[in-house]
């Protein structure tokens, strides 16, 4: 029996919905397959948690998720009650940092039966690799003055480990893949950090001569998004131009409930963690309308990450399969609520298996 | 009689074909408008001027611009000849900055007869107002170490003045369309900037309580652009976020080829600069392909600055019947030459005139 002890953190908005329908999909893995246990913790942290105690987790918080496999995460942030920036800085951007979850893995691709919000579209499938410790999302800088001379400054800091490291991660999933990388940059606006950036492509593709490569403008690169999915096989971008590109990944499939992400701790040291790229979207909570794909294919991703590549890559088919029939959430046109399209991808799953 | 005296600088790759194009048109508009004059002075800089002198202009440049009514420029930068961030922050992002050409407005619209990149979507109408003097784009920063230690600092600097000056634009812009602003903000990740962004929308927003606001992710709102972009009217964005957003607005138009685009200094003091959204795409250079209509409805801009509202509306006119009609580029899914296109609104604008 291999036992797999997973944190999970609902967190706010429909994070409190989709988790729990991801979690009765992991029961239906256990139940098919005998030899897989999943030791689920709920952690109740988030902004609610914050209005009863002045923080997003416990004190020792982090030191309680050290000890799990995983941490499978809904959404944080409900700016009605914690401001944006305290709320994540203090829970998802804090574990992402103190578990050295240096890299954030996201996908895109289209599905038979799910029209791509993009007219005569042909068929794409991209993984975007999201630098996800430094860069543009800082805590160092600060204001000057006040009133209306008020100035805010900002650093984005990018070493040059950080920066090679995620783009040989990209490389290396390259390999497996079709052997393409694109580097988002944008070295023509952006003075010092961007030209920096494109030196350690060029550095790092130096190592990869089979890999074909090519670098384009964050602007002109959101656009080819749109224009010509196709073309891409893996990019690689800052922390800032990963998670800009990822919604719109997301967007183009046909909506941003169901692109999953995983981050990803390279050095065995901690937990990494599981989160689809879709917020929290506090508008829709409770009206059964969230979209559980990204949480579900976001579970499938940590299969893979365990080693169970086979019951993810069924998880996956039993996905495709339902939104194939159409049992989908109205984003993506259908009419099931977020309890039917868990039911019925765990019932296509106990059929593919 | 009224004349206009206008720098042309058609800069690198297309730039070169799309701005003699547009200047034809201008010859059109003096021929049915007996009125006006248009004094039109080319200049050559760009990245093979570079080639040549060690630098993207001569010493003198601005001097020279400076007596003009307004420049008109093509598109800037070859990344085969002049690395970008020195071709941009010599040419494109100095006259930016030192005519204080503040404001970059950028309207994004479906046309009749050019089918939108995305599936099924409803008419949309709306305006990017950019800030376009500050904020990511910066100088201030630099490197320190060398080799495998390498850091690389990025300042982005917000002052209260330009981000207040962007915001009053966009509601007062606002007011005269359907009464609503979009603030793009990232107050989640981006610590410090970006809260004040907030702050300051909230504050500027408190003095036009007829105007409905919102505010949204960067990432959340690239989305939107591409799921529901019918929803905008105007949206206020900081330099690098109203760039991004900008591109995506002209690739769901239907091409990054047919988007305008006006810098505006507000003072008086200087020249405002048209200049389309697309770059210069050195990879189609000279094969008839480039799309004109950015540069002509560029062009129309300028004419709507110079206060040449009924001559302006009735090249958008013609502009809209050409794209009706079909004799458009390949990238709008015609079959037409840059050149035939040209050709086509000259003889339009003279019928609708
Ligand atoms: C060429 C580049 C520096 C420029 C910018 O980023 O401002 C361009 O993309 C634009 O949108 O005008
Ligand atoms: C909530 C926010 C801080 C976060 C990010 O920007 O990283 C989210 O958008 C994501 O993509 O995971």
Avoid at 147 to 166: C, H, L, M, P, Y
Avoid at 247 to 260: E, F, T, Y
Avoid at 298 to 310: I, S, V
Avoid at 313 to 332: H, N, P, Y
Wanted: proline share 4%.
């Amino acid at each position: 029996m291999k036992t797999y002890k997973i944190a999970s953190i609902p967190g706010d908005g429909i994070g409190k919905e989709v988790v729990p329908a991801a979690i009765r999909v992991l029961r239906e893995v256990e139940n098919i397959h005998g030899g897989l246990k999943f030791e689920v913790s709920e952690y109740p942290w988030g902004s609610e948690y914050y209005l009863e105690h002045q923080q997003m987790m416990p004190e020792d918080g982090l030191g309680t998720l050290k000890h799990f496999d995983a941490i499978f995460l809904g959404a944080v942030g409900n700016p009605d009650i914690v401001p944006d920036h305290i709320s994540l800085w203090e829970l998802l951007i804090n574990i992402r940092r103190s578990f050295e979850q240096v890299i954030n893995i996201r996908p895109a691709r289209t599905f038979a039966g799910l029209s791509s919000k993009l007219a005569n579209s042909e068929d794409f499938d991209f993984i975007v690799v999201r630098e996800n410790s430094e860069g543009e999302y800082s805590e160092a800088g600060g204001t000057i003055h006040q009133g209306g001379d008020k100035v805010a400054i900002q650093n984005a800091i990018f070493s040059r480990k950080g920066t090679e490291r995620a783009m040989k991660f990209a490389f290396e999933l390259a390999e497996q893949r079709r052997n393409k990388v694109t580097s988002a940059t944008k070295s023509n606006g952006i003075y010092h950090t961007m030209p920096f950036w494109d030196e350690v492509f060029k550095d790092v593709s130096d190592n990869f001569p089979e890999v074909q490569t090519e670098k384009e403008h964050i602007d002109a690169l959101a656009a080819s998004f749109v224009t010509r999915p196709e073309r891409f096989d893996v990019i690689v971008a800052s922390n800032l131009f990963g998670d800009i590109l990822t919604d719109i990944g997301a967007a183009i499939m046909g909506s941003v409930g169901i692109a999953p992400a995983a981050n990803i701790n390279m050095n065995g040291k901690y937990p990494s963690m599981f989160e689809p790229v879709h917020g929290s979207a506090p508008d829709i909570e409770g009206k059964g309308m969230a979209n559980p794909i990204g949480q579900i294919w976001t579970a499938k991703m940590m299969l893979d990450h365990f080693g169970e590549t086979e019951i993810a890559d069924q998880l996956l088919t039993a996905i495709e399969s339902v939104i194939r029939k159409g049992i989908v959430t109205q984003d993506i046109g259908g009419k099931a609520t977020t309890t039917e399209v868990t039911d019925e991808i765990i019932q296509q799953l106990a059929e593919v298996t």
